[in-house]
């Protein structure tokens, strides 16, 4: 199956630093959504984004789908910001089966 | 408008019993899908329904099982229960598989621990 790979896997910031996330995927995708996951357990939806690029406040995020990559970039970040960030990936050659499969996560603190 | 929607919140199990998750997607949305995260890992996908059909199953026992309701809520069937069981169990809704429109909402999920 398709191999979704983020980095870095943990990131320590001082609250008003800049960040970017990344996520390499091994097939070409239908469908790639960034989630960032609160300390409760709740996957907050950030972008729908198989290709291009999007901007919502602090936040943007690139695709590349030719090149296999998404990009999550974090501007003046706050401590709200910690938590971790997922990447998941639908693959154009999954069949009947629509699934995400879901990178390990970047485990993000940003410290006050 | 209210989101995905998950009971129970918690659950506490013994080995061997059986339990019954719940979820009712966005309202709209006609796709449920279930996964599966344990701590540390990304969520695992379980299953996929669509029109209250199944249209996708993940790498699990068929200890594991689901359906789709006509109002297009679901229920995840988990029988004889193992400690590996345990986990935080999430639920997922979008609008049409496949399709421009399938961008998936999670719920709060249920946190299901096994004793």
């Known amino acids: 199956g398709i191999q979704v790979e983020q980095s870095p896997p943990d990131l320590i910031l001082q609250e008003g630093a800049n960040s970017t996330l990344r996520c390499n995927f091994s097939d070409s995708v239908n469908n790639l959504q960034w989630f960032h996951q609160n300390p409760w357990g709740q996957l907050i939806n950030l972008f729908y984004?198989?290709?291009g690029t999007k901007q919502n406040g602090r936040l943007s995020a690139t695709t590349v789908a030719t090149e296999r990559y998404s990009l999550l970039y974090i501007s003046s970040s706050q401590t709200t910001d910690s938590g971790v960030y997922f990447c998941?990936?639908?693959?154009?050659?999954?069949?009947?089966?629509?699934?995400?499969?879901f990178g390990k996560g970047t485990l993000l603190t940003v410290n006050p | 408008d209210a989101g995905v929607t998950q009971s129970p919140t918690h659950l506490i199990k013994t080995r061997g019993q059986h339990v019954t998750l719940r979820c009712s997607p966005i309202?709209?949305?006609?796709?449920v899908s279930w996964y599966q995260q344990v701590l540390g890992q990304g969520p695992q996908f379980i299953f996929q329904y669509y029109e209250k059909e199944e249209r996708g199953r993940g790498n699990f026992p068929d200890r594991f099982s689901a359906r789709q309701f006509p109002n297009y809520s679901s229920e995840l069937n988990v029988n004889a229960l193992l400690l590996g069981d345990s986990a935080l169990y999430l639920c997922a809704s979008s609008l049409v598989p496949r399709h421009f429109e399938d961008e998936q909402y999670f719920g709060p999920g249920t946190r299901l621990t096994v004793t």
């Open positions: 309202s709209g949305h006609k796709s």
């Open positions: 998941a990936v639908e693959p154009e050659s999954g069949g009947s089966n629509y699934k995400l499969t």
């Open positions: 984004i198989p290709s």
